[in-house]
C-alpha cells in the first residue's frame, strides 16, 4: 500500500511534469482516521471523464506534519506541563501503536497512545495563543467561522491558523510545482472553514492565475444565506452547492470560464471512489478503513430536527443495491483492505437486503454504519443475514425514550421496536451503536427520564452510545411546534453571524438546554451502567474506531 512516508503519493509529480486541470483539496481538520469519500468519488468521476485530476489529503498530511516530537517540543516552549513534555517523547511510538493491528488488542494501550497525541497537540496555540486542535476538532478563539468578516481576514493574511506553517512551507510549493489550472478545496465541518478559507488565500496569493472553487456539505448549508443576502466569499472564483460530480465536470468542460459566482448542481452522483491518492497505512486507525456510501443524502428525510429533514443539501440519489456488493468486493481487492465504512445517513433497506443476500461472497468483510431503527431489523433471522455479511456495528439515532418526543421529531421510530431491535442486534452479534439526544424543542424532565429508563433496561445490549444535547438546525420548524403548545420560534443564533447553522432553543416548562446538560452530566452519567457504556467508547475517534473494540470480537472481522 502507498505510503504519504515513502513519497509515492500521486502529488509528489516531477519538476517538468505537465501542468493539471484540476487539484481537489480536503483541508484540516477532521478525524484522521480514513481518507475522504467525497474527494475520492470526485477524483474518480472528474478521471472517468479524462480530466487531469489530483488530489491531497491536507487534513492527515497537517496532522502528520504537527504529531511530530521536535516540532511538538518547540512549539511547547521551555518548560511545558509534564503530561506535554511526556507526550512529546511518546508521539511517534503512539502513533506507530495507533497504527497498528495490536491497537486493537489492549483498550488500555490504545487510550493512552490517543491521549498522547491528543496532548501533544495541544502545544499549537497559534499566533494569537488562543487555537486549540485535538484529534477530532479545531477551533480558533478570536474568529468565528461564521463570521464572513472574519473569513475575510484570514483569507487575506490578516489572521493566521495554526496549519499555515504545514500550508507555506509543505503543501503550497509542491501545489506550485503542479501548476493547476484549478483548485477545488470541499468544506463538510465547521472545524474545516477557518483553515480552508486561509488555505484559498494562500493559494490565491501563490498563483494568482489558478481558479479557486469551494464546494461541499458546508457550502451548501450556506446556500439560503449566501442567496438571500448575496454575500461573495473572499478568495474563492465560485462556490458549488450540492453534489461536486456536476460542477467540476461543468467547469473543466467550460475550460473554467466565468460560469457565474453561484454554482448549482445537478443531480449527478458518483459512488465509486477512487483512493489513488491516499496513503492509506498513514491514517490514524489500527487496520486501514475505507468509507463508501451507498446513498447521498436520507430516504427517509422526516425529522424535523435534522439537516436532512429539514434543508437537506444533496437530492437523494441511491446506488444500485443489487451491485453494491460488488462495489466492496472490488474496493477490498483493488486496496488490500477489509474493513469499510458506509457512510450513508441511513443505509437504505433495499441496500442492507441486498448486502445481506450476499452474505457467503462477502466472507472476511467488515461493515458498519448508520441505520433506522427500520422494521425490517424486528426479524431475527434478517439481523443474523447481516452479521453474516460481515456487518460488525449498526449506527442507530435513538433520540429518545419517549414515543411522545419522538412523534413530535417526526422519527418514525417505535420504541418497543426499537427494544426489540436491540435484541436482535446483540444476539446476532452486530454490536449498537445507539444516539441519544436531550435538550430537544418542548422535552420535559419526564422524556428526559424515559430516555434514561431505556438506557438503562438496554444497556446490556448497546454497544456503545453518543449522549448529546441539540443543535437545532436554523431552517427547523420544529421549535415552532412547541412540545406543551408553547410557542416556541425565536431569532437563529448569532444574528451578527449571517452563515451560522443553528438557532436558539427556548427553555420550556423550566426546561431547557441547561437543565437537559445537567441531567445528562447528573442522571445518565451517573448511572453505572450507562456510564460504563460511554467508558468503553474509544476517545476522540468514536464510531470511527468503536467496531475494532467490540464486546467479544476477536480482530478479525
Ligand atoms: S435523523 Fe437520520 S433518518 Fe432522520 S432525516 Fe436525519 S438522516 Fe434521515
Not at 30 to 55: D, I, M, N, Q
Not at 107 to 112: E, L, T
Not at 185 to 210: D, K
Request: charged residues 20%; glycine residues 12%.
Amino acid at each position: 500500500m502507498m505510503s504519504a512516508r515513502d513519497g509515492s503519493g500521486d502529488m509528489d509529480r516531477a519538476a517538468g511534469a505537465p501542468p493539471i486541470d484540476i487539484l481537489l483539496i480536503h483541508p484540516p481538520a477532521v478525524k484522521p482516521a480514513e481518507p475522504p469519500l467525497g474527494t475520492a468519488v470526485l477524483l474518480s468521476r472528474l478521471r472517468g471523464r479524462g480530466v487531469r485530476a489530483e488530489a491531497v489529503d491536507a487534513n492527515l498530511e497537517a496532522y502528520l506534519h504537527l504529531l511530530d516530537g521536535p516540532r511538538i517540543e518547540a512549539a511547547a516552549g521551555a518548560s511545558p506541563p509534564t503530561a506535554l513534555h511526556r507526550a512529546a517523547r511518546n508521539v511517534s511510538r503512539s502513533l506507530a501503536f495507533l497504527r497498528s493491528l495490536p491497537a486493537a488488542g489492549s483498550f488500555r494501550r490504545y487510550v493512552s497512545a490517543v491521549r498522547h497525541l491528543d496532548a501533544g497537540l495541544s502545544a499549537y496555540r497559534g499566533e494569537s495563543g488562543s487555537e486549540r486542535l485535538t484529534l477530532g476538532d479545531y477551533a480558533h478563539g478570536g474568529l468565528s467561522e461564521f463570521s464572513p468578516a472574519d473569513l475575510a481576514r484570514v483569507a487575506s493574511g490578516g489572521e493566521s491558523t495554526l496549519f499555515s506553517p504545514y500550508f507555506r512551507n509543505d503543501l503550497l510549493p509542491r501545489i506550485a510545482r503542479m501548476r493547476p489550472r484549478a483548485v477545488a478545496i470541499s468544506v463538510h465541518y465547521r472545524h474545516q472553514v477557518l483553515p480552508a478559507f486561509e488555505l484559498a488565500g494562500m493559494v490565491r496569493a501563490a498563483l494568482p492565475g489558478t481558479r479557486l472553487y469551494g464546494g461541499g456539505g458546508m457550502f451548501s448549508s450556506w446556500k439560503n444565506a449566501l442567496l438571500r443576502s448575496g454575500l461573495r466569499l473572499p478568495a474563492f472564483d465560485g462556490i458549488g452547492f450540492g453534489p461536486g460530480e456536476t460542477v467540476l465536470s461543468f467547469l473543466v468542460a467550460g475550460g473554467f470560464a466565468d460560469a457565474g459566482y453561484h454554482l448549482e448542481a445537478g443531480g449527478e452522483v458518483e459512488f465509486h471512489p477512487d483512493y489513488g491518492f491516499a496513503p492509506l497505512p498513514d491514517y490514524l486507525s489500527p487496520e486501514p478503513v475505507l468509507p463508501v456510501a451507498s446513498s447521498r443524502g436520507c430516504y427517509y428525510r422526516k425529522c424535523a430536527f435534522c439537516p436532512e429533514g429539514v434543508a437537506p443539501t444533496h437530492p437523494y440519489a441511491e446506488s444500485d443495491p443489487a451491485t453494491f456488493p460488488d462495489l466492496l468486493l472490488d474496493m477490498a481487492r483493488k486496496y488490500g483492505v477489509r474493513r469499510f465504512h458506509l457512510t450513508d445517513n441511513a443505509i437504505p433497506v433495499r441496500v442492507l437486503r441486498s448486502v445481506a443476500e450476499r452474505g457467503e461472497r462477502l466472507r472476511g468483510i467488515s461493515w458498519h454504519g448508520f441505520a433506522r431503527f427500520g422494521r425490517e431489523l424486528l426479524d431475527p433471522g434478517f439481523a443474523a443475514s447481516l452479521a453474516a455479511s460481515g456487518c460488525s456495528m449498526l449506527q442507530l439515532g435513538l433520540e429518545s425514550g419517549s414515543q411522545a418526543l419522538l412523534d413530535r421529531m417526526g422519527k418514525g421510530t417505535r420504541v418497543e421496536e426499537a427494544s426489540a431491535i436491540l435484541r436482535n442486534l446483540s444476539r446476532a452479534g452486530i454490536d449498537a451503536y445507539v444516539y441519544v439526544m436531550l435538550g430537544a424543542p418542548g422535552e420535559t424532565e419526564r422524556d428526559a427520564e424515559r430516555t434514561h429508563s431505556f438506557l438503562s433496561e438496554h444497556a446490556g445490549e448497546i454497544g456503545f452510545l453518543n449522549l448529546s444535547i441539540l443543535n437545532l438546525p436554523r431552517d427547523a420548524a420544529f421549535a415552532d411546534r412547541g412540545g406543551d403548545g408553547s410557542t416556541a420560534g425565536g431569532e437563529p443564533r448569532g444574528e451578527d453571524d449571517p452563515l451560522g447553522l443553528y438557532r436558539p432553543i427556548p427553555e420550556s416548562g423550566g426546561w431547557g438546554r441547561a437543565q437537559a446538560r445537567r441531567f445528562l452530566r447528573r442522571r445518565l452519567l451517573c448511572d453505572p451502567a450507562i456510564r460504563a457504556i460511554a467508558a468503553r467508547t474509544p476517545p476522540w475517534f468514536t464510531s470511527n474506531h468503536a467496531f475494532f473494540f467490540r464486546r467479544g470480537a476477536a480482530q478479525a472481522p
